[in-house]
Antibody, heavy 125, light 112 residues
Framework: EVQLLESGGGLVQPGGSLRLSCAAS????????MSWVRQAPGKGLEWVSV????????YYADSVKGRFTISRDNSKNTLYLQMDSLRAEDTAVYYC??????????????????WGPGILVTVSS | QSVLTQPPSVSGAPGQRVTISCTGS?????????VYWYQQLPGTAPKLLIY???NRPSGVPDRFSGSKSGSSASLAITGLQAEDEADYYC????????????FGGGTKLTVL
């Protein structure tokens, strides 16, 4: 059974830092790209960042570029999100998700097949 | 403002059929990228409901179906049940935004 479990959330002051972790099990972690998706209170889903498999190619949403850093440790089956220069608008539940690739004859597509339960990050003074 | 556009809310009585639309543009759905749908029950994490436009993961009832045409997609739910009350999100990929997976704003389904 696939399991993703986030940790490291909590209350932090504006301008502060926080590191989220996601422990993965039940699948070959090193073979999957992984993403973080967040959801502000009462709002919709927002993709935050993705990291590739072995070579660690990364991409970020414009809203977090330059402030957040995604990384992974395949030996520990763990995904990370280092969040610096946090702002009030970063307040959200952060989900760790497995990022799947599906290619047709026309396009390669990306989607999220497994989700962690989420962890709340609150940025407030 | 979300890259993909969904109606904020839809409703229907038990047993009825409802549809939820998802409108994109020439850089995402219209460019040939597939559409995915997620169901988020109250207080829980989203769950993959439809993949590659019209396929259901194992365990998803066949009351749920997806379709895609041009720059838009739709999720249909037939035989509406009380437990279908949830938020539904469409998702695709946008070639104009590096690495960007994009979501719709979400649709709240109310079962009357």
């Amino acid at each position: 059974e696939v399991q993703l479990l986030e940790s490291g959330g909590g209350l932090v002051q504006p301008g502060g830092s926080l590191r989220l972790s996601c422990a993965a099990s039940g699948f070959t972690f090193s073979s999957y790209s992984m993403s973080w998706v967040r959801q502000a209170p009462g709002k919709g889903l927002e993709w935050v960042s993705v990291i590739g498999t072995s070579y660690g190619t990364t991409y970020y949403a414009d809203s977090v570029k330059g402030r957040f850093t995604i990384s992974r440790d395949n030996s520990k089956n763990t995904l990370y999100l280092q969040m610096d220069s946090l702002r009030a608008e970063d307040t959200a539940v952060y989900y760790c998700v497995s990022d799947r690739l599906s290619c047709s004859s026309v396009r390669c597509n990306f989607y999220f097949d497994y989700w962690g339960p989420g962890i709340l990050v609150t940025v407030s003074s | 403002q979300s890259v993909l556009t969904q109606p904020p809310s839809v409703s229907g009585a038990p047993g009825q059929r409802v549809t939820i639309s998802c409108t994109g543009s020439s850089s995402n759905i219209g460019a040939g990228y597939d559409v995915y749908w997620y169901q988020q029950l109250p207080g829980t994490a989203p769950k993959l409901l439809i993949y590659n436009n019209n396929n259901r993961p194992s365990g998803v009832p066949d009351r749920f179906s997806g379709s895609k045409s041009g720059s838009s997609a739709s999720l249909a739910i037939t035989g509406l049940q009380a437990e279908d009350e949830a938020d539904y999100y469409c998702q695709s990929y946008d070639s104009s935004l590096s690495g960007s997976r994009v979501f719709g704003g979400g649709t709240k389904l109310t079962v009357l």
